[in-house]
């Protein structure tokens, strides 16, 4: 199973999601997972700002590594599910790709279960807001990503 997930600039938020997917689904058993993170502004080569980077070592997480990648058609044609951080990835998502199989969700769909919600909030971008700013975006990933990580565990 592939997941992407997708933000602006793939600088900041889908970088935290992949990562911390990454290490949960590791820590889960779940070998079978391919996580990539992509970004719908098509930004290549950018690092995550230094926030980013912090927030995620201080729970073992390293983004120091990470360079920013843009949404390819690849990335469409081949997932299995599509996670955007704000309504607007999601339907860019759609928009480039019409016919594409996966399924496209919000993160914050699983905000309060593993089964995502119907309707569900964006999740804020904190590119050039305090090291606070990081900290509480990804307390939200984590929460949401956690329950993802139980949708995956029981998914065919």
Partial sequence: MKVVMVCSGNICRSPMAAEYLRARTAQAGLGHVVVES?????????????????????IGID????????????HLRTADLL????????EHCRRLYPGMHASAVLLRSFEHSP???????????????PLSAFRESLS????????????LRHAP
């Fill in 38 to 58: 992509a970004g719908t502004l098509g930004i290549h080569g950018m690092p995550a700002p230094p926030e980013a980077v912090e927030a995620c070592s201080e």
């Fill in 63 to 74: 983004l120091r590594g990470h360079r920013s990648r843009g949404l390819s058609r690849h």
């Fill in 83 to 90: 996670v955007g951080m704000a309504h607007e990835h999601v």
């Fill in 115 to 129: 089964e995502p919600a119907p309707e569900a909030p964006d999740l804020d971008d904190p590119i050039g807001l």
């Fill in 140 to 151: 939200l990933i984590r929460t949401c990503v956690d329950h993802l990580v139980i949708r």
